[in-house]
């Protein structure tokens, strides 16, 4: 398995141990990840609020590298697969926008072809007949007794036409590889909602509240931690947890996983090798349930 | 007492015109059993005409002559030829209100062709004009909101008549059950129509004939109940509208055998044929085993549009294809059958949206009617495609003003509170402690069930006496009849009910409308009296609620322009 | 055999709501609305619901299935049937009155909020206004909103955050804000950018997902932004985050973290910048905060080329 790498800003910024847990568990599974060094931000739906066009040429530039490349696409982050996703179903259904953002890509050298290459969040490639195969070859520390609750994030799940779960409303991808890991899902109804990243400037309170609801589910349905596959959706769980009125008031905490984290976990890796002790929320009760 | 200057009850298209036209100067409330952007005019799809002539030169001689010829000549011609006129203004003040037309590449409201019209005049919105015309309105509405006050989810009852005047209604809230009598100086009815008495209807369940028979018990007759019109595309089965602007587009109405069988029976306007001729050649084709796999179905082919085509001009067309029957229009034909769509018949009124109660055109002082519910007639025996918007927004207009005149010469009259209230109280009561055994539901899918059987397409003496038979019978049974719902709030089981008793009624008047009607003409054909009657019956039906049951009187048919002549296609 | 978990209320009999199960034989077409009809009429007749033109036009019959909002006569029941079940309840962020009737009010009165009705440029010429193809484009998707309250019941800001206009109102706000014929463009794209305005979407979707026409509220919302900032209404956390981003993108091909947010507050935003320390101090201590030297993108100059030719 050889994938084009789209990391996402936030991987090199904010959350530096989503990049770091994403190649360990490569390294872990034998996937071999080529970093797309010259992609641009992804827009993450903000840029195409200022200009909708100059969001879908940077993600048509982004998926022609992929393209040259020979390479399916993968993601670490929800925000950047569904936003791609945007692009991809934007570009290819109006023959007429697709030549013009081909005019503006053209002379810097990329031309996007489209249905040439495959664009998956990794939790989709691990989903893979082959991915959960993998997984099952390779699982070293099995994760018994850890009840994880996954939090999808909102853009790999709708609009549902673009999403690469096969039941949207219901999916079930993230647990089942939960389960081959060993560890115990836990299915509460926030699982699908909204974080409130997008408008933690906007509106902070309104922010907050989503956030400490989805966490107070996961926490009252049983759940050890929230494994997530976006960044943005780790921000607003773990690094502004703190702050959520709602968590306060109830006194109580859980900690936030990345996806690549836990797969990683169960392959062996310590804790300490995945950035964890750069989380907000600290994850040392973790150990514990796995010692 | 609730009191306003005027009342207008039904908020569809008709309706909030007319709230639009008085509410300056004048207290006005408008009355719905539903939310007003529920109402039944946003189901009209395929377009409104006038003689705008922005796709092809027209005029409003044209048009009145298509109109009257279409309605078979039962049209009053002074009425349609002042309506005719006013089109044109009335697309161009929607316009101005902000409704969303279809244009051309020029820039213009684009129009296209309909069934009967001699030249493209439909004025579209896509395939949603009624919707957006409805959402247009509703928008003004809500710009006027201190002036016209909403009163939605209320349920009219009866109408209180003194003698020769209105002087108000007796409504209830539908969320509460509370009774409250409306007292008025004038009374707008915009009810609609009633096509929910047959089983295979292109009507919303709302539309059960309560403003038309609220008039009849007042003493108002109804106006040529008999002639129904029978849309030739409703989805098989469930009779949802499939705009005729499918073939105004250029569809194909196909049978079992793969021909456009429209040939033998409208050969010069084929799929455009006014639509009582089309859904006649439809049944004859389906009664002669012609269907498509034997069965009640004609095919409506539109793949040869192509998809651009449809997503421009039928998009909503396509997804209820997709969504109700799983046929996609671009690669599959559509399955239609006869649909009962419009009530041609309803209140009398004159040109001017008064209301009158005679062949002599005695007013009922105070009581206006328009849209669907009344009948003017400006569509005579059969409706052509587009003409109904037109109706609902120019008589809207017209009620409006007529009401908004006589409202500022007159002071409310005293009203018998307790008296009204207690009548609409008592049946209240009266339903809720019979204890019988039958089920409302049955009488309701049998009363459908004979009207479609005996009652539609084709009719004929035996069977509309069956009908007939049978409609009284169950009348008889809705008196043993067992509600479960007992409570106050928000009981639609109830207004169900009372919807049911309209219908009821209402069936017994198609029906023996259609009986004493012996001849065909439009939207009512008789395979025993196969030839239209002018000698006899070039008048309009007067049906009067008497002690003995129901009289038919007749008024005279306004002719000017055009004298009866043979209609072909 | 369909068993339908709906759930039941009844103030005048009891103050709590509690589900009752119905069980029906379900043909292939039956649309949910038709076994809701048929629920009704042949085994409970107290059952209440709203609904009309059963032909998805009128907008009355929205209800939740299996805790989504859908238009109940546009779906066939065997298609939404989860294991044989399927669970009715009444749309989300509205007051039951009754079973799965809602209290609109609160719905309309943020429409009202909205102006929803056009506010001509000029006084009306004596034909039509020239409208052509492509500006009617522009408001057709709008124009299909039957207003059903679909996108109202499933928001997620509506959830927490009763202030905010929803979906419903802000898209039938950009039907007058991109109506070539409204005079009140600017006027209309302030109001909308004010707190509970277009900036408070979290783009979550969930109103794209549940519209039963073209609607799609989400989209028109980001319209509205990309006329707002287009008309210079930059003065608000929302516009100047939006601002910060694409410029970040264009000068390195990323997002610089450590910028966006103090420039989406705004540089003299002094209580602003003070919400943002204990975050940012919290960040800092487990070395967490993005790098302080932000590297830009291989093959940046692309990029920058990109944004030369489509954004001035």
Not at chain 2, 278 to 300: C, F, N, P, T, Y
Not at chain 3, 53 to 64: E, L, N
Request: charged residues 25%; aromatic residues 8%; glycine residues 8%.
């Amino acid at each position: 398995m050889k994938f084009a790498l789209f990391t996402g800003c936030v991987a090199k910024g904010a959350t530096r141990e989503l990049m770091l847990s994403t190649m360990k568990s490569a390294e872990g599974l034998g996937i071999e990840f080529i970093e797309m060094k010259s992609a641009a931000c992804c827009g993450a739906g903000v840029v195409s609020e200022k200009n909708p066009l100059l969001a879908d040429a940077l993600n048509a530039r982004s998926i022609a590298i992929a393209e040259e490349q020979d390479l399916d696409l993968v993601t670490i982050c929800s925000t950047c697969q569904g936003i791609l996703k945007k692009t991809e179903s934007h570009v290819d259904s109006d023959p007429a926008y697709k030549e013009k953002v081909n005019n503006v890509l053209e002379e810097g050298g990329h031309h996007y072809a489209g249905g040439k290459i495959k664009i998956q969040h990794f939790a989709n490639v691990l989903g893979t007949e082959e991915g959960l195969k993998l997984l099952r070859d390779k699982v070293k520390r099995p994760l018994t007794g850890l009840k994880t609750a996954a939090f999808y994030g909102c853009y790999v799940l709708r609009p549902s036409g673009l999403s690469l779960y096969e039941d949207p409303d219901n999916p079930t991808g993230m647990e089942e590889i939960f389960e081959i890991l060993g560890a115990t899902p836990v299915y509460y109804d926030s699982r699908t909602k909204c974080c409130g990243f997008p408008i933690i400037m906007m509106n902070k309170n309104a922010s907050h509240d989503m956030a400490g609801n989805a966490l107070i589910d996961a926490i009252d349905s049983g759940a050890d931690c929230v494994v997530t596959g976006c960044p943005l959706c780790h921000l607003s769980l773990d690094a502004y947890q703190p702050e959520i009125d709602r968590m306060n008031k109830k006194g109580c905490s859980i900690p936030i996983l990345h996806l690549p984290q836990l797969v990683a976990l169960a392959l062996g890796y310590s804790p300490q090798e995945l950035g964890m002790d750069k989380h907000i929320i600290s994850t040392t009760r973790l150990d514990e349930i796995l010692a | 007492m609730i009191k306003h200057d005027i009342v207008i009850v039904g908020s569809g298209l008709a309706g909030m015109r007319a709230a639009l036209e008085v509410c300056e100067g004048l207290d006005v409330a408008i009355l719905s059993k539903v939310y007003p952007t529920r109402s039944h005019s946003g189901a009209a799809q395929g377009g409104i005409a006038a003689s705008l002539g922005n796709s092809e030169p027209d005029s409003w001689e044209e048009h009145l002559y298509d109109t009257v010829k279409g309605g078979d000549f039962l049209n009053d011609q002074d009425a349609v030829e002042e309506y005719v006129k006013a089109a044109p203004r009335v697309i161009y003040e929607l316009e101005h209100f902000g409704c969303v037309f279809s244009r051309t590449p020029d820039g213009k409201i684009a129009q296209r062709s309909f069934g009967g019209h001699s030249k493209p005049r439909a004025c579209f919105s896509a395939d949603r004009t009624g919707h957006a015309i409805l959402h247009a309105l509703h928008e003004q509405l809500l710009k006027r909101s201190k002036s016209i006050k909403i009163y939605s989810e209320w349920y009219m009852h009866s109408l209180v008549l003194d003698g020769d005047r209105c002087n108000g209604i007796v409504v209830s809230d539908i969320r509460t059950g509370a009774v409250e009598v409306m007292q008025a100086r004038a009374v707008i009815f915009a009810t609609g129509g009633y096509g929910r008495v047959f089983n295979i209807t292109s009507n919303a369940f709302a539309s059960t004939a309560d403003g038309v028979m609220a008039a009849f018990r007042a003493g108002i007759p109804l106006e040529d109940a008999e002639f129904v019109q029978y849309h030739p595309s409703g989805l098989y089965r469930q009779g949802i509208l499939f705009s005729e602007a499918a073939r105004g587009e250029g569809g194909y109405l196909l049978n079992g055998e793969g021909e456009r069988f429209m040939e033998k029976y409208a050969p010069s306007r084929m799929e455009l044929a006014p639509r009582d001729i089309v859904a006649r050649a439809e049944q004859s084709e389906m009664d002669a085993g012609r269907g498509v796999d034997g069965k009640d179905i004609i095919h409506l082919d539109l793949r040869h549009l192509g998809e651009a085509r449809i997503m421009e001009r039928l998009p909503q067309i396509r997804q209820l294809g997709i969504d109700f029957i799983g046929v996609d229009c671009v690669k599959d034909p559509l399955p239609i059958q006869p649909t009962a769509h419009y009530s041609m018949g309803g209140i009398p009124t004159d040109k001017f949206g008064q209301v009158i109660t005679d062949a002599e055109g005695t007013h009922v002082k105070g009581f206006f009617a328009a849209g669907e519910c009344s009948c003017v007639s400006v569509h005579g025996a059969n409706r052509l495609g587009t003409n109904s918007l037109l109706e609902a927004v120019v008589f809207g207009e017209r009620a409006g003003k007529s009401a908004f005149e006589y409202a500022k010469t007159v002071d409310h009259a005293p009203v018998n509170e307790s008296h009204e209230k207690t009548k609409v109280l008592e049946q209240f009561e009266g339903i809720f402690q019979q204890n019988g055994d039958e089920s409302y539901n049955d009488i309701r899918n049998q009363m459908k069930k004979v009207m479609t059987e005996n009652c539609s397409v084709f009719r004929e003496e035996k069977q509309l006496k069956t009908c007939i038979e049978t409609i009284e019978k169950l009348q008889e049974k809705f008196k043993n009849g067992k509600i479960t719902d007992k409570g106050k709030l928000f009981n639609t089981e109830i207004y169900e009910i009372l919807e049911l008793e309209n219908m009821l009624a209402m069936a017994e008047i198609i029906a023996k409308g259609a009986l004493d009607r012996k001849e065909s003409r439009g939207g009512h054909y008789r395979i025993d009296y196969p030839k239209r009657d002018d000698k006899n019956f070039l008048k309009h039906s007067l049906a009067y609620k008497t002690d003995d049951g129901i009289e038919i009187k007749h008024k005279p048919v306004v002719i000017t322009k055009h004298q009866p002549a043979e209609r072909t296609y | 055999m369909i068993t339908f978990k709906i759930k039941r209320y009844n103030p005048e009999k009891q103050a709590e709501p509690y589900f009752e199960d119905f069980k029906l034989d379900v043909q292939e077409d039956l649309t949910l609305l038709d076994c809701m009809n048929k629920i009704k009429w042949t085994l409970d007749g107290s059952l209440t619901y709203r609904m009309s033109c059963r032909s998805a036009i009128c907008g009355s019959c929205a209800v939740k299935v299996n805790g989504h909002a859908t238009l109940a006569c546009q779906r066939q029941a065997a298609h939404l049937a989860k294991d044989d079940t399927i669970v009715l309840e009444p749309l989300g962020n509205m007051k039951p009155i009754k079973d799965l009737a809602v209290d609109f009010k609160p719905f309309w009165d943020k429409i009202d909020k909205v102006k929803p009705y056009l506010q001509p440029k000029q006084k009306a010429p004596e034909k039509e206004r020239v409208q052509s193809p492509e500006q009617f484009k522009l408001i057709d998707d709008s124009s299909t909103c039957i207003m059903c309250g679909a996108c109202h019941s499933d928001c997620n800001v509506l959830e927490v955050d009763e202030n905010f206009l929803g979906p419903a109102a802000l898209a039938k706000a950009q039907r007058f804000v991109q109506d070539s014929r409204d005079g009140k463009t600017l006027e209309r794209v302030k109001n909308l950018s004010k707190p509970g305005g277009i900036w408070d979407c979290t783009h979550c979707g969930e109103c794209v997902e549940r519209c039963p026409k073209p609607a799609r509220p989400f989209d028109r919302i980001k319209e509205i932004m990309t006329v707002a900032l287009e008309q210079g209404v930059t003065n608000n956390n929302g516009a100047r985050h939006a601002l910060s981003f694409a410029k970040s993108v264009k000068s390195s091909g990323r997002l610089n973290e450590n910028i966006i947010p103090v420039e989406s507050v705004g540089f003299f935003n002094f209580k602003g910048l003070f919400d943002l320390l204990p975050v940012g101090l919290r960040m800092f201590f487990k070395g967490k905060n993005p790098p302080i030297l932000h590297k830009s993108i291989d093959e940046v100059e692309d990029v920058k080329r990109i944004y030369m030719e489509l954004d001035e």
